[in-house]
């Protein structure tokens, strides 16, 4: 099934001007306002956070929250995402990949592809980091066609393309009909997760993509390739629950950590026990049950200082 | 009086059954609200049947490792919406039990059993437990039972909620 069809595709650039839009039917229209327009209020929002509750957190964490982000204020947040995601569009609209290669890292091993990433699934996904390395494999450079012919060529893992589908909401639907607010700071959190799989720490080598040329699987890729900090790709859980499937990050500081240490913070601004804060829990709870590291070697070892630098081919 | 009371009883009754029974099973926990509060409203409530009114729509349901491994396994990425929602169910249990201490007690227990039932997912029972703990710090009455507890749970969970628990030891 080949999915890069040319579509028309919505987008906005972070500064939040839009980039042309089709006109939309009236269901069309009520999701992309509501990803989309979710999404920009998500982000501007972030200039009232309240810095209390990181500062509090850093207090007893070896201070992880600012070596990540720069600072406490929702300015040093959005920097963060700023500097590495470039490009939303709603998931549903797809995207066009040129030259239009069928093998795209990530595709032909665990995943079927990008294209498994429907409505149905995720809630967001960023795939720059994935088209910039296959890029480097096939040596080329991948142009990425978003909304209205807009190209995007994947020079650098930082260019941050960020694919935002109908489970990006502002409600969680329960079992019983009703639905539950779901706190700003999740979906932040969210595009934080995404931010950090644009960084390729420590760089990739020519050898690195020589045994991702020769990897028969996805998890060959990440047990026998030094790069899977390059982007942070997520591994095969080793223990837990979900063991055996691939939910989890071998290395720490990878995206479920990231997004652990800003709800950590941000949890601490919320009443204890309350809706929101339930909500919040359950994801930290969740995201450090992921971390196979350790949380304690994360936050107190200095040997691993979280290293928030991107590198290109070395 | 006496038999003032129970003829309002009974038409409280008689004319709430038809609304729970004929509703659809998804909407009969709304209907258990509407009735818990159209009989505050019109009759003098037996405390028993409060109670029970009380504890019904708000049973807690946590989710089994095999869904979790189910939903993750068709969505990697995300925090499984089951664990979410047991999360979204356990905020206005929370709240209530945070207002007074006799609610409190009673949801402790529902907690306990929660973090203590190694069957389920470590992530349920740590969310379980991390609410036993804000439950403690509101009430310090339960300290002693919390470090029971604490010492008691799978070591997993209580490493998601206190990587330093076991150090301290």
């Known amino acids: 099934m080949n999915l890069f069809n040319s579509t028309i595709f919505i987008c906005i650039t972070l500064g939040g001007l839009g980039c042309g839009q089709k006109p939309p039917n009236t269901r069309e229209a009520a999701e992309i306002g509501d990803s989309l327009s979710l999404l920009e209020s998500d982000l501007n929002a972030l200039s009232s956070l309240n810095e209390k509750g990181p500062r509090a957190y850093d207090a007893s964490s070896n201070g992880r929250f600012y070596q990540i982000f720069g600072g406490y204020s929702g300015k040093n947040v959005r920097d963060f995402i700023n500097e590495r995601i470039q490009y939303y569009f709603k998931a549903s609209d797809g995207y066009s990949l040129s030259p239009p290669d069928q093998k795209i890292i990530h595709r032909n091993w665990i995943y079927k592809g990008l294209e498994s990433i429907d409505d149905t699934n995720v809630l967001a996904f960023n795939f720059g980091t994935q088209i910039w390395i296959q890029g480097l494999l096939d040596r080329t450079t991948y142009t990425v066609t978003l909304d209205k012919g807009q190209v995007v060529p994947a020079t650098s893992s930082r260019v941050g393309i960020v694919g935002l589908t109908a489970r990006y909401v502002k409600y969680l639907p329960k079992n019983d009909n009703s639905s539950t607010e779901i706190p700003i700071e999740f979906r932040q959190s969210t595009i934080i997760h995404e931010a950090r799989h644009s960084d390729c720490t420590d760089g990739i080598t020519e050898s690195d993509l020589n045994r991702i040329r020769q990897a028969q699987s996805y998890s060959e890729f990440i047990h026998n390739s030094h790069a899977r900090k390059c982007g942070h790709f997520h591994s095969p859980c080793e223990t837990g629950d979900l063991k055996g499937l691939l939910a989890c990050d071998l290395d720490p500081w990878g995206s479920y950590g990231i997004q652990m240490i800003f709800l950590e913070g941000v949890i601490n601004n919320i009443k204890p026990g309350a809706a929101a804060w339930q909500i919040l829990n359950a994801k930290i709870l969740d995201n450090k049950s992921r971390v196979q590291f350790g949380y304690l070697r994360m936050i107190y070892s200095q040997a691993h200082h979280p290293n928030m630098n991107s590198s290109g081919l070395r | ?169």
């Not at chain 2, 009371?5 to 729970?20: C, D, F, K, M, Q």
């Not at chain 2, 207002?99 to 059993?113: Q, S, Y």
């Open chain 2, 1 to 169: 009086m006496k038999w003032k009371n129970s003829v309002l009883l009974a038409i409280g009754i008689l004319s709430l059954t038809p609304l729970y029974f004929f509703t659809p099973t998804t909407k009969k926990e709304n209907s258990t609200i509407i009735k818990t509060s159209v009989f505050q409203t019109q009759v003098i409530l037996p405390t028993q049947i409060n109670k029970e009114n009380k504890n019904l729509p708000q049973k807690l349901t946590p989710p089994s490792v095999d869904q979790i491994r189910q939903e993750v396994a068709s969505d990697p990425h995300s925090t499984p919406i089951s664990i979410l929602n047991f999360a979204a169910k356990l905020g206005p249990k929370m709240e209530q039990a945070l207002e007074t201490e006799e609610t409190a007690l009673v949801f402790f227990e529902e907690l306990k059993k929660c973090t203590l039932n190694s069957t389920l997912p470590v992530s349920i029972q740590a969310i379980c437990l991390s609410n036993v703990q804000i439950l403690t710090e509101t009430y310090p009455i339960l300290e002693d039972q919390m470090n029971i507890i604490k010492e008691q749970a799978s070591a997993e969970s209580v490493r998601l909620i206190d990587p330093l628990f076991f150090e301290e030891e």
